[in-house]
């Protein structure tokens, strides 16, 4: 099943605080783990933080659209922002080199290290942000095993 949620962020408000509320309610329906929470926040914060793609005279009476889209398999994160112009250097090509003593190249290796993958959109003027839900499952899967083998070997030495 397909989900769809939208957020419109205005930039006369504090960004950070709208995209943290979106998120987290999208988490919290979701139940996705703190980690992934943590990697949506900030590839999201970096995308529309980003001094390249926005200037304050653009801002001053923009917005910008997030729209969410749960599928069978993936959490998808797409930003629009209407006449506001992205700048697709934003994505790391493949094979290209990242230069990490810039901003810019600190923010493509931070957006591309926690998006499982990133689309552009030059038509549309949208980037989107898929995370993978598989390793979510991996996560949880593993804590629970982790909790419960802890579990295990208490009781164990307390028998002794």
């Given at each position: 099943?397909?989900?769809?949620?939208?957020?419109?962020?205005?930039?006369?408000?504090?960004?950070?605080?709208?995209?943290?509320?979106?998120?987290?309610?999208?988490?919290?329906?979701?139940?996705?783990?703190?980690?992934?929470?943590?990697?949506?926040?900030?590839?999201?914060?970096?995308?529309?933080?980003?001094?390249?793609?926005?200037?304050?005279?653009?801002?001053?009476?923009?917005?910008?659209?997030?729209?969410?889209?749960?599928?069978s398999k993936s959490l998808s994160f797409t930003i629009n922002c209407?006449?506001?112009?992205?700048?697709?250097?934003?994505?790391?090509?493949?094979?290209?080199?990242?230069?990490?003593?810039?901003?810019?190249?600190?923010?493509?290796?931070?957006?591309?290290?926690?998006?499982?993958?990133?689309?552009?959109?030059?038509?549309?003027?949208?980037?989107?942000?898929?995370?993978?839900?598989?390793?979510?499952?991996?996560?949880?899967?593993?804590?629970?095993?982790?909790?419960?083998?802890?579990?295990?070997?208490?009781?164990?030495?307390?028998?002794?």
């Open positions: 099943m397909k989900v769809k949620k939208e957020k419109i962020i205005n930039f006369k408000q504090n960004i950070i605080n709208q995209i943290e509320e979106f998120v987290e309610e999208i988490c919290d329906f979701y139940n996705i783990s703190n980690s992934y929470y943590a990697n949506i926040i900030i590839a999201l914060t970096e995308v529309i933080n980003t001094p390249d793609i926005f200037s304050k005279e653009n801002t001053e009476n923009s917005y910008i659209k997030i729209f969410f889209s749960k599928k209407g006449n506001i112009i992205f700048d697709k250097n934003i994505i790391l090509i493949n094979g290209e080199k990242n230069d990490l003593n810039t901003e810019k190249g600190k923010r493509k290796f931070l957006i591309n290290s926690l998006v499982d993958t990133v689309n552009f959109n030059k038509s549309k003027n949208e980037i989107e942000l898929v995370f993978f839900t598989s390793g979510i499952e991996k996560e949880k899967t593993q804590e629970r095993k982790k909790s419960l083998s802890h579990y295990y070997n208490s009781k164990k030495q307390k028998v002794k």
